[in-house]
């Protein structure tokens, strides 16, 4: 966290999952002009890229290319070219974000199949495996590593042996997860994975970036549907070139070279992810004593946002409550459930458990301005739940 007095001076927290609260000393780095074809640039590109690359394990056989665009650029950049046209993709949904992986799959007009677990339930390994000996025409998987619609945790770990053993080729969207959860790709035998910069290096928006195995991209030339998509191309420029291929997000950068290194100075990956389960444990535990219940259980619960079912009382409602959190210096998100009504609280960004207790406080305070005596979710949304334990 910055030492210095009140960095935000009167922003309120944004306790969502990117944008989100970056330090002030990554705000400042975006006050400098740079040229995209200057040396000093290219430098920052290249550091930056050998240093996720390593954040990631993939040294010597993976390599990093960033992106123009917010998360959903990089994704549609990945399948677009890693994906060959005659390709079948297996999309492991369950929320939001898996949906939006069929959906550009859709648009990309590549063959594919979606294993839809509806809105929290995560995909198993065992489920993966029969549908991959069901059709043996599906040539890569698609896993989400955080789903952020529910802030459930996917078994990764599970999902990728599988994977491996069924001798497909493993794509993770890693967005909200990357830089507070290890992603070891060698460990996973993934063929790719994407996060983008406001996420948990806590930069600011403006580009994704996709850490893809060489030989992988080697292969891609020419499977693009998309000029400017092209992840091959963007490569095979950045390589010959150290630029990117058409003008890049300087700003965006400069502010994420700053966030990887105060990243590396909290202590890496391992340290990012202690402060975000503290800013969660210490959240969950005081909305829990307010009455409100998480949607998933502890053992699903990601680090990075979690979601509450609102409460049952009939003078609870969401705008009032998003309001009074506003007020008091606090951006919650809404829920995305179909089911139930829920909101959601991230535990990213530049946050910690003084400021979660603050986020409680604040709740404790928003309730009681609107009446709301208890924050009891409910039967129906406990009943919902437990099908979880099924
Ligand atoms: C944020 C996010 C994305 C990308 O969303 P954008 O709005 O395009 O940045 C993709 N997948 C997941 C899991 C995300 O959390």
């Known amino acids: 966290m910055t030492n210095l007095p009140d960095p935000h001076e009167g922003e309120p927290f ?32 290249a550091r930056v890229c050998s240093e996720l690359v390593t954040m990631a394990n993939g040294a010597d056989e993976y ?10 650029f990089g994704v549609e950049a990945m399948l677009g070219t890693l994906v060959p046209r005659h390709g079948k993709v297996l999309v492991l949904a369950n929320g939001a974000y898996g949906k939006r992986a069929a959906e550009t799959l859709a648009y990309l007009g590549r063959d594919h199949e ?28 698609i896993a989400i590593h955080c789903e952020t619609s529910s802030g459930i945790l996917n078994p990764l770990e599970e999902i990728a042996k599988v994977v491996a053993e069924e001798d497909c080729r493993l794509l993770i969207d890693s967005m909200s997860a990357f830089g507070a959860l290890p992603v070891d790709v060698k460990a996973l035998r993934a063929e790719a994975v994407v996060s983008s910069a406001n996420k948990c290096i806590e930069g600011v928006p403006g580009f994704s970036f996709v850490i893809a195995r060489r030989s992988a991209l080697e292969e891609a030339k020419g499977n693009a549907h998309s000029l400017a998509l092209d992840l091959y191309a963007q490569w095979a420029y950045l390589e010959k070139t150290g ?22 100075a909290e202590g890496g990956v391992a340290a990012r992810g202690k402060r975000y389960r503290e800013n969660r444990d210490v959240m969950v535990e005081g909305m829990r004593d307010l009455g409100f219940e998480t949607l998933l259980k502890d053992g699903w619960l990601s680090p990075i946002i979690v979601t509450f079912f609102c409460p049952a009382d009939p003078r609870f409602a969401f705008n009032a409550f998003y309001e009074g959190m506003k007020a008091r210096g606090f951006i919650i998100y809404p829920g995305k459930l179909t ?36 924050a009891a979710p409910p039967a129906e949304a406990l009943a919902e739940r437990a099908r979880l334990a099924a």
Do not use: N
């Not at 390994?125 to 059709?135: C, F, I, Q, T």
């Not at 997000?249 to 290194?261: E, G, I, Q, R, S």
């Open 114 to 141: 979606v294993i839809d677990k509806g809105d929290y339930l995560p995909p198993r390994g065992e489920e993966v495996r029969a549908a991959l000996k069901a059709d043996p025409a599906i040539t890569h998987v």
């Open 243 to 264: 630029q990117w291929r058409y003008t890049p997000p300087t700003h965006v950068m400069a502010a994420f070279d700053k966030a990887l290194t105060l990243h590396a």
């Open 14 to 45: 944004l306790l969502t999952p990117g944008p989100l609260t970056t330090a002030y000393e990554v705000k400042q780095a975006m006050l400098r002009d740079w040229g995209s074809w200057d040396g000093d640039f290219r430098a920052m590109t």
């Open 339 to 374: 089911v139930v009504e829920s909101f959601r609280i991230g535990c990213i960004g530049q946050m910690d458990a003084a400021i979660m207790r603050r986020v409680v406080a604040a709740a404790k305070e928003t309730l009681a301005d609107m009446g709301v005596e208890s």
């Open 63 to 72: 390599v990093c290319v960033p992106m123009q665009g917010s998360g959903s």
